[in-house]
């Protein structure tokens, strides 16, 4: 899957892309939604690398308490 190849910095471009396409006064309710949409799944897969990254790191340090 592409999206998944993607690195966290260009997902985050993207997700700020997004952001000023839906501040633009030229966007319509339907692309607004179409883009939330697209963010968010963007947003899940950024939160989804992160906990992975997270894990490892306490596997790294010997912590496997989850807080």
Known sequence: MAAESKSLEKSFDELND????MDSEECSLEESFKLYEKGMKLVKQCNDKIDKVEKKINIIEG???ND
């Open 18 to 21: 997004i952001i000023l396409k």
């Open 63 to 65: 912590n496997t308490d």
